[in-house]
């Protein structure tokens, strides 16, 4: 039988993370096999110093000792109020294609919930694909909208 397990992810794991952060760009099927490789590049550039100040906090599944699914989160500080008040960003949500269907990206999910309430981080964020929309909405999570638009400028 084989025996899941979850652990948090330290540096030595980049490689995991990459690989992981790779494939689930791949998925989208968007993008060029360069901007792919930018993208990857641009992530092991960043990744090991946020891991190292505890503002990229992932986990990592394992069956039977094969990393098989990871999901991160990128914590920041949000505006000053009466208190701190800490967000999150959800990222890297990637399970191998076997091993989908299996529970395993709730599972990882619900784990980094947790943290997020043990560390009272006032609200999580992220962008669904199609496939994941479900499962976060199962999770709690919603669309949210305000009487204003959300614009960006990229630069």
Do not use: C
């Not at 979850?6 to 980049?14: E, L, P, Q, S």
């Not at 505890?54 to 109020?81: C, H, K, Q």
């Not at 399970?95 to 990882?108: D, F, M, N, S, V």
């Not at 669904?128 to 999570?141: H, K, M, N, T, V």
């Amino acid at each position: 039988m084989e025996q899941f397990t979850i652990r948090r992810v330290t540096k030595d794991d980049i490689p995991i993370i990459l690989s992981h952060h790779q494939k689930m760009v791949e998925d989208t099927g968007e993008y060029t096999p360069e901007m792919i490789q930018q993208a990857v590049e641009s992530f092991l550039d960043w990744v090991p110093s946020q891991i190292e100040n505890d503002t990229y906090i992932g986990w990592i599944g394992t069956i039977d000792e094969r990393s098989v699914a990871s999901v991160g989160l990128f914590l920041y500080p949000w505006m000053p109020s009466l208190k701190p008040r800490l967000r999150a960003y959800v990222l890297n949500v990637y399970t191998e294609p076997e091993y989908r269907r299996r529970g395993i990206a709730k599972q990882l999910m619900q784990t980094l919930i947790e943290f997020a309430r043990l560390n009272e981080v006032e609200a999580i964020t992220l962008a669904a694909s199609d496939a994941g929309a479900l499962l976060y909405r199962e999770l709690g999570f919603e669309p949210f909208q305000k009487d204003y638009a959300i614009l960006r400028l990229w630069m």
